[in-house]
């Protein structure tokens, strides 16, 4: 398994922007497919972008696509989830996830992940 920190999680206006980052540990991080997740309270925890392990396939879940942006740099061991435009819903904690071969249909699944986070706070003010 790899070892995940998630940081640059904080309090935001309506309309503004955060980067949040997740640094791994291990020297196999490139072979991982990874994906970010939120959890707001008293709700589940939703899929919310996945990135393939070479960076080339991305998806990303209805209510954050065109604002999200997920991407990966293998070199620096870390993820990266590019939020614009945020909303007062998107308040969540924010958890990134490191998995190894997934079905597409499971990409959205937590449970095909195997390593996780301890998130990262995103508090959107109306």
């Known amino acids: 398994q790899v070892q995940l920190v998630e940081s640059g999680g904080g309090l935001v206006q309506t309309g503004g922007s955060l980067r949040l980052s997740c640094a791994a540990s291990?020297?196999?991080?490139?072979?991982?497919?990874m994906g970010w997740f939120r959890q707001a309270p008293g709700k589940e925890r939703e899929f919310v972008a996945h990135i393939s392990w070479s960076g080339g396939t991305t998806t990303y879940a209805d209510s954050v696509k065109g604002r999200f942006t997920i991407s990966r740099d293998n070199a620096k061991n870390t993820v990266y989830l590019q939020m614009n435009s945020l909303k007062f819903e998107d308040t969540a904690v924010y958890y990134c996830?490191?998995?190894?071969?997934?079905?597409?249909?499971?990409?959205?699944?937590?449970?095909?992940?195997?390593?996780w986070g301890q998130g990262t706070q995103v508090t959107v003010s109306s």
């Open positions: 996830a490191a998995g190894g071969t997934i079905w597409s249909s499971l990409l959205r699944n937590p449970t095909s992940y195997d390593s």
């Open positions: 291990g020297r196999t991080f490139s072979s991982y497919v």
